[in-house]
Every structure is written in structure tokens, then in C-alpha cells.
């Protein structure tokens, strides 16, 4: 048992760690690849600039993603040997194709696009960026059919104990990529909206760069407004998907124990998981039917039944998940997604008004809401992950059959201990990059204010 739980803890740690990063290149390469074509199509040399600035922090975070990312594979082998040899054959494929049509396109036209700037034909320039905004999305792709497989698995067979691919289409195909995709690149959308806003709001405050960074917040408004909205139509999507393809984790992020018609909609509660129940609660009638069917009279089934199915279809054990966790990082994911709207539509209105700049508290609130996107990028894998337990592989590999049988505590232990050390030095050097060239601001361009800073204009200290 230890050695599955330091396993998880490993895991969890080091994949929260690289999600970090992922979310922002997916959305920085897409802006910087808009800001360059602007350059290409207008000759504004300010254009040219921002394509160059937010384009240097796009690869301190891209090379952070690569340098996290790589150490996920090595979990596989190490940590999870009966996972891999259970369905290594339908887990690598998509794996084997997010490196060669995504990974590799991305890192050759990234190096011409660093090393191309003033030598390339300025189309063919643009043209490298958009190649590696469009694979760094292409892989995203790939690597959530491999995670969809895993949440409901389609065109396989057992054969001698093994899950074999028998329909590379189906695998491809399988509807819940299709909500699963959408969501995580609005979601990297909105990071890089955020992103942008909150850099430009602290030098807006500090009256540094005026010019660049009015043209960066405009930019940032407007895509964070338009990504935001998708983006909770997507999450609306998927949560009606999830209610009919994996209806144990709706109920379990509603900590909905008993079946419900009309369902309500749990907006705070206390779990007592071992007696299954909600010692206390506040619920708004029908909003869980409204939200799951669109329809309030929509019956949604409770923990306990849904359990009782799956112990008549699977056999005797347990298969609720950890149903405290899940419901709070819901809510924790929807409450970050509406004070981000709020924080966008004030600004929004503000610009619209020509006020935005007389307003330093929304500048700042602005700036100190860059969080908000990362902590509803982490809570919503997590209950995206955390809410198919106890299956690593829905229906067929439950997690506690997937832990490798020859590791032992004491391997597993100096090895989460060293990658917890190395990332925690990775984080330290990536944030004083960051910090440096966000402070440094955008060297070829004019500092071009006579106004005072406001006072309380803080980055990160």
C-alpha cells in the first residue's frame, strides 16, 4: 500500500508541476503568432515588438513545459510497470504520434523562429511561428486521446491480459476527446489572456512602456472576454457529457449521495464520506438537473445507486472516489472562472468607458488575479483525474493493479524526493527569469510616460 501511494503522491506532484506550464504555451504561441501576422500585414515596428517580448516569456515557459514534461514518461516504466504492460500498446501510439506530427514540428520551426528574426523572409518568419502554435496545440491533442482512452475506453480487446488496439479510428474518434480537447485549449486561451493582462496591468501601473502595453491590455481584453465565455460553454458541454459517460463523478463533484428528481445543485457542503452523507449543506433546487439535461424535472442518480450498478457489473469493492476533494475542487474551478469574469467584464467596461487607466485598484486587482487561471487549470484536472477513481483505466485497471510489483518504498522514496528538489530549483530559476524580463519590460521599446507610478505596484514580492 505504501508503495501506491508514494507512487500517486510522485505523480500528482510532478503532473501538477508540468500543468502548469502547458496551459500558457498553448495560449502565448497563438498571441505571439497573431501579433507577428499583424507585424507581417501592417509593418508596425510596435507589432514587431510585442510579437518579440511576449514571445521571449512564451520560451522561458515552453522550455519549462518540455523539461516537466519529459520526466512523465519515466513514471510509466518506473513507477507503473503493470499499467504500461497492460496497455502500453494503445497508451504508446498516441504518445508515438504527439512526437512525431507535433513535437518535433514544433521544436524545428521554434528554432528557426528564435534564431530566424532579421534573416528570414518576414512571411516565412510568421509562418514558423504559427507551425509551432498549431503543433503545440496538434500535441495536446494527442496526449488527451491517450488520457480519453483512460476515461472511457473505446476500440480495444483483452487478449492474455492485455488491452490491444483493434480500431486506431475509434481511438481517435472517441467522443470524450471532443469535449476534452475544446475545454483544455480555451482553457490555455484563457491563461494566456490572463497572462498578458496581468504583466501589461503592472506596467500600465507603473506608467512604464504606456504605448506597448495599452496596445498588449486591448489585445488581452478582448481575448480573455471572448475565450472566458467559450470556455464556460465548453465546461457547460462537458458536464452534460460526463453526467451521461461517467455519471460517478458528477455525483461524486456534487457529493450527491442519494438519487435525485429534480436534482439540486450543491453549492457548499460538509462530507461525511464514511457514513455517506452531508452532515450540512447549502443546495439551489433543480440547478444539478438544469445544468445536467438542461431540463429541472432531469432525474440525476446518486453515489449510492450508481455504486450498487458497478458492484453488480464489476464485482464486490469500492468505487466511490474521493468524493470531499472532488466536490471542493469543483467549486474552487467554477469559482475561479467567475471572479475572472468579473475581473474581465469591470475592465472591459472600464476601457470601454476610457476610465481603465484612472483606475489603479483595477488595474491591480487585475494583476493579482494571474492565479485564478492556474488554480482553475490544476482543480479542474484534478477532479477531472481524482473523479474516476478507483479505475486508472475506466472499467477495466483499477490504479491499485497498475503500481509496478518490484519497486520498493525506499526507491520510490529518494526518487520523489529528488524530483520534488529539482522541480522546486526549475520553479525558482523560472520565476526569476520571468521576473526579470517582465520588469526589464520590452527593451527596444520607448519608456514614454511623464505620469508617477501608483504606489503598491508589485510583482511577485
Known amino acids: 500500500m505504501e508503495e501506491l501511494i508514494l507512487s500517486r503522491w ?23 503568432a497573431i501579433l507577428e501576422t499583424i507585424y507581417v500585414r501592417t509593418g508596425s515596428e510596435m507589432y514587431k515588438q510585442q510579437a518579440r517580448f511576449w514571445g521571449k516569456l512564451f520560451l522561458i515557459n515552453f522550455a519549462m513545459g518540455v523539461v516537466t514534461g519529459i520526466v512523465q514518461e519515466f513514471h510509466f516504466g ?34 528557426l523562429w528564435i534564431f530566424g528574426w532579421d534573416r528570414l523572409p518576414k512571411v516565412l518568419h510568421a509562418a514558423s511561428i504559427w507551425i509551432v502554435a498549431l503543433a503545440g496545440n496538434l500535441s495536446a491533442f494527442w496526449i488527451l486521446t491517450a488520457n480519453s482512452f483512460m476515461q472511457s475506453p473505446v476500440g480495444y480487446a483483452i487478449h492474455n491480459g492485455r488491452a490491444e488496439m483493434t480500431d486506431f479510428t475509434a481511438l481517435i474518434t472517441n467522443p470524450y476527446v471532443f469535449y476534452q480537447f475544446p475545454h483544455t485549449v480555451l482553457s490555455g486561451l484563457v491563461t494566456a489572456g490572463f497572462f498578458v493582462l496581468a504583466i501589461s496591468a503592472y ?4 506608467q512604464t512602456h504606456v504605448e506597448f502595453f495599452r496596445a498588449s491590455f486591448k489585445l488581452g481584453l478582448i481575448w ?13 458541454a462537458q458536464t452534460q457529457f460526463i453526467a451521461k459517460a461517467q455519471p460517478m463523478k458528477l455525483a461524486a463533484a456534487e457529493a450527491l449521495w442519494e438519487t435525485a428528481k429534480p436534482a439540486p445543485f450543491g453549492v457548499a457542503a460538509i462530507i461525511d464520506e464514511q457514513n455517506k452523507t452531508n452532515t450540512a449543506e447549502l443546495k439551489i433546487p433543480a440547478l444539478l438537473s438544469i445544468l445536467a439535461n438542461n431540463n429541472p424535472n432531469t432525474e440525476v442518480k446518486g453515489i449510492k445507486d450508481i455504486e450498487q450498478e458497478y458492484i453488480a457489473k464489476y464485482g464486490p469493492g469500492n468505487y466511490v472516489p474521493p468524493v470531499t476533494p472532488v466536490f471542493w475542487s469543483f467549486r474552487l474551478m467554477v469559482a475561479a472562472g467567475s471572479v475572472m469574469l468579473l475581473v474581465v467584464l469591470t475592465a472591459s467596461f472600464l476601457w470601454w468607458r476610457g476610465q481603465l487607466e484612472a483606475r489603479p485598484r483595477v488595474l491591480k486587482a487585475v494583476l493579482w488575479s494571474l492565479p485564478l487561471p492556474y488554480i482553475a487549470n490544476s482543480t479542474g484536472w484534478y477532479m477531472a483525474e481524482a473523479g474516476r477513481q478507483p479505475w486508472i483505466v475506466f472499467g477495466l485497471q483499477k490504479v491499485g493493479q497498475a503500481v509496478s510489483p518490484s519497486v520498493g518504498a525506499g526507491s520510490i522514496w529518494i526518487s520523489l524526493i529528488g524530483f520534488t528538489l529539482v522541480y522546486a530549483l526549475l520553479a525558482a530559476a523560472a520565476v526569476y527569469l520571468v521576473q526579470k524580463f517582465v520588469r526589464q519590460g520590452p527593451v527596444d521599446a520607448p519608456v514614454d510616460s511623464n505620469k508617477p507610478a501608483v504606489k503598491g505596484a508589485a510583482l511577485w514580492n
Request: without cysteine; aromatic residues 14%; glycine residues 10%.
Open 10 to 32: 510522485q505523480f500528482g506532484i510532478t503532473s501538477t508541476y508540468h500543468f502548469l506550464f502547458v496551459p500558457l504555451t498553448l495560449g502565448l504561441s497563438l498571441i505571439v
Open 78 to 111: 518506473m513507477n507503473w510497470s503493470e499499467y504500461s504492460r497492460f496497455m502500453g500498446d494503445i497508451f504508446g501510439a498516441p504518445l508515438a504520434m504527439e512526437a512525431l506530427t507535433a513535437f518535433y514540428l514544433e521544436s524545428t520551426f521554434l528554432g
Open 203 to 206: 506596467h500600465l501601473i507603473r
Open 224 to 236: 480573455t472576454t471572448i475565450s472566458l465565455l467559450v470556455l464556460m460553454g465548453s465546461g457547460h
